[in-house]
């Protein structure tokens, strides 16, 4: 496709997108259908100029004086992938495949320079901490809430491309004999855990091949997870030979490094109430090795969950929210998100914070964690269910990473810069460059 027909084709992609409130895979999806002349190029580009105007939107939609699809993506083909408004000018008039001539007043934004998020215009100026740091406006209170000042400053890293985070799995090899295998892909250790590697963002510009395809992932070396999703699986701390629930199971992405840390000792258990989600975790332990997983099926094994009551050495709970803490791999859900949704994540976080509860033993661990920076989905949500369980107690989440045994000493001091006063760990892009992570661990001491 001719650069100007990918542009036409974000703007359309976006339009469907706001019209249709639905994920940006499904209308990139249905446009690709009806686009069959599109390659894997193509593609690559157009999705990648749509996110990245959806991470900016705010700023954009400042910089743009104007929140249309065909506003964002000008906007960010200047202030985000540096074209000239000359490049984009004649990208938009050529026949027949650009969006149209731009307009006297597009022309002036995209030649003004105080409008570009880049160049820290927008955060420098006097604007709401909502347009500085890229998020819904009615998320503000929240945002102010969990960082005060700092705002901005953690939206805008909410806001940056994210790269791609490796956990090397030591149940098939070692951290050396895998970041050799990962120099291929320019994969590097991160400092913060011993088992942490990283490849830096793609750009959608040139499509680079997927880290799955490099044969260290299908031996099962390695497993894609962010760096703050490998923190709060480290937090189950030291779990050789323990009984433990993972009882938000999901894809896995948790319970196979559940697995690893207690390198198949004893048992672990996969639980969630929705079976669609845990199928990939039947082929993903096979790959990874994970010998002492039993994944318990919600509609035939309710059984198997119920004998498990009062039984577990630690309990994980890595609850459903809004996911504020991972926009930078999802900028469409961050304008998705809405104020009742929040609602309901609330509610079923206590429900499924009361529901895990009884299956930890007396003297055991509850590990609580989500995906979200919000208090309202975290702290709240644990006052609550204290309030209604006296018989746990916090316990500090740093002191259980250090148990786990992957946390360095540079680790160690990243982390005590993200600890709350309460002992819990909220980890951020701003703060350590990983995804957005809350993760609290609890001990039923009576
Ligand atoms: C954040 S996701 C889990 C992601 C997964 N742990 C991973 O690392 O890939 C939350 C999961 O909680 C599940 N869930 C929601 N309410 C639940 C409940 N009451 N009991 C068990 N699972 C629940 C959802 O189906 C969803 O799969």
């Avoid at 749509?50 to 400042?62: K, Q, Y």
């Avoid at 495949?97 to 409008?115: D, T, Y």
């Avoid at 892909?185 to 997927?210: M, S, W, Y």
């Avoid at 009882?247 to 004893?266: D, I, Q, R, V």
Wanted: net charge positive; aromatic share 6%; glycine share 8%.
């Amino acid at each position: 496709m001719r650069l100007s027909g990918r542009v036409s084709a974000a703007i359309e992609i976006l339009t469907d997108f706001d019209a249709r409130r639905v994920p940006l895979k499904t209308a990139m999806q249905d446009w690709a259908r009806g686009a069959r002349y599109a390659g894997a190029k193509d593609r690559a580009w157009i999705s990648g100029l749509c996110l990245d105007a959806l991470r900016r939107r705010a700023s954009l939609v400042h910089a743009m004086d104007a929140d249309s699809p065909r506003a964002l993506v000008l906007g960010a083909l200047r202030f985000v992938w540096g074209a000239s408004a000359d490049e984009i000018a004649a990208l938009a008039a050529e026949e027949p495949h650009g969006p149209g001539a731009l307009s006297a007043e597009e022309e002036e934004k995209l030649r003004s320079s105080r409008c570009g998020p880049e160049s820290g215009q927008a955060r420098a100026e006097a604007v709401p901490p909502h347009v500085a740091g890229d998020f819904p406006a009615w998320t503000t209170p929240m945002m102010v809430r969990a960082f005060g000042q700092r705002a901005a400053e953690e939206g805008a890293a909410l806001a940056a491309r994210a790269d791609v985070d490796l956990r090397i799995n030591t149940l098939k090899t070692t951290p050396e004999k895998a970041l050799a295998a990962l120099k291929a892909v320019k994969g590097e250790a991160l400092p913060l855990l011993t088992t942490a590697a990283r490849i830096n963002a793609p750009d959608p510009r040139e499509k680079v091949p997927a880290v799955t395809v490099i044969p260290a992932f299908n031996r099962g070396w390695v497993e894609v997870q962010d760096l703050g999703s490998q923190i709060a699986a480290a937090a189950a701390g030291a779990v050789r030979g323990a009984q433990v629930l993972d009882f938000c199971a999901g894809g896995g992405g948790k319970t196979l490094a559940l697995a690893a840390l207690m390198e198949n000792t004893s048992q672990l258990y996969a639980w969630d109430r929705d079976a669609r989600r845990l199928k990939p975790l039947y082929h993903r332990a096979k790959r990874a090795g994970a010998r002492n997983l039993q994944i318990i099926n919600p509609v035939t094994d309710k059984e198997a969950l119920a004998a498990l009551a009062g039984r577990m050495d630690v309990v994980f709970v890595d609850a459903p929210c809004t996911g504020s803490g991972v926009w930078r791999r999802h900028p469409d859900a961050k304008w998705r998100l809405a104020p009742d949704q929040l609602e309901r994540r609330m509610k079923e976080q206590d429900a499924v914070l009361a529901e895990a509860a009884r299956f930890v033993k007396p003297g055991g661990r509850l590990v609580y964690v989500t995906c979200s920076l919000f208090m309202e989905e975290n702290e709240d949500r644990l006052a609550a269910f204290l309030e209604a369980h006296p018989g746990f107690a916090r316990t500090r989440a740093l002191d259980a990473l250090a148990a786990s045994g992957l946390l360095t000493k540079e680790g160690r001091a990243a982390l005590a810069r993200c600890e709350t006063p309460d002992g819990a760990l909220r980890v951020t892009p701003a703060r350590i460059s990983s995804d957005g992570f809350f993760v609290a661990t609890l001990q039923w001491t009576r």
